[in-house]
């Protein structure tokens, strides 16, 4: 299982940006898929996760009402929409999968894609 992420890069404050996590190596369409962030000299942070097809979404409280995760199944592909980004939502993006809810966050991770939002 390999996850790919991208669609990081460098924005203003109040600026928008769409993270894509790409899925290969099995069949994703019954996993929990989502997004962490780490910060420099920070710990990992939940930002959201979604579930199966007609599952659950749920956010973290520092992006309740200004991210929207979404996913995919035909291309086993998640997406992040941020919007509103502030400063303090730098950090470097690390996309998650897991077989059920219990384990996501625990079986696969991606390489990271850093976000900087500039003041």
């Known amino acids: 299982v390999q996850l790919q992420a991208s669609g990081g890069g460098l924005v203003q404050t109040g600026g928008s940006l769409r993270l894509s996590c790409a899925a290969s190596?099995?069949?994703?369409?019954?996993?929990?898929m989502g997004w962490f962030r780490q910060a420099p000299g920070k710990e990992r942070e939940f930002v959201a996760r979604i579930s199966g097809p007609g599952g659950s979404i749920y956010y973290g409280d520092a992006v309740k009402g200004r991210f929207t995760i979404s996913r995919d199944s035909a291309k086993n592909t998640v997406y992040l929409q941020m919007n509103d980004l502030k400063p303090e939502d730098t950090a470097n993006y690390y996309c998650?999968?897991?077989?059920?809810?219990?384990?996501?966050?625990?079986?696969?991770w991606g390489k990271g894609t850093q976000v900087t939002v500039s003041s």
């Open positions: 998650a999968a897991g077989r059920t809810l219990v384990t996501f966050g625990t079986d696969y």
């Open positions: 190596g099995g069949t994703f369409t019954s996993w929990t």
